[in-house]
């Protein structure tokens, strides 16, 4: 199970962290990924990290102001949100790459994403 938090209202330009939190399970050995979804919109990529953090991308809109990190140790991933715009505003998905055992690509498709959370929030105002 992957939780997501880390929901709010922020204004343009505010920061925002979102947590990842897995139970019943360790998703430590898997690549995870961030997606988010607006009103009307299909599913978009955001942000993916491999297994051990050694590799990491961003879809072009989001490079230079999201950061995706992961603590193993607290079975969590982390979607860190800076200078946020309004066109951020969506519900952003956590998931993880289930068969990205021990593997150092890193994946951008919904489809290869295999668990998924049940979504937070994310509200900017301008």
């Known amino acids: 199970q992957l939780q997501a938090s880390g929901r709010g209202l922020v204004q343009a330009g505010g920061s925002l962290r979102l947590s990842c939190a897995a139970s019943?399970?360790?998703?430590?050995?898997?690549?995870m990924g961030w997606f988010r979804q607006a009103p009307g919109k299909e599913r978009e990529f955001v942000a993916t990290i491999s297994w051990n953090g050694a590799n990491t991308y961003y879809t072009d809109s989001v490079k230079g102001r999201f950061t995706i990190s992961r603590d193993n140790a607290k079975n969590t991933v982390y979607l860190r949100m800076n200078n946020l715009k309004p066109e951020d505003s969506a519900v952003y998905y956590c998931a993880a790459d289930l068969k990205s055992w021990y593997s150092s690509v890193v994946k951008t498709r919904a489809a290869d994403f295999g668990s998924w959370g049940q979504g937070t929030q994310v509200t900017v105002s301008s």
């Open positions: 019943g399970r360790t998703f430590n050995n898997y690549g």
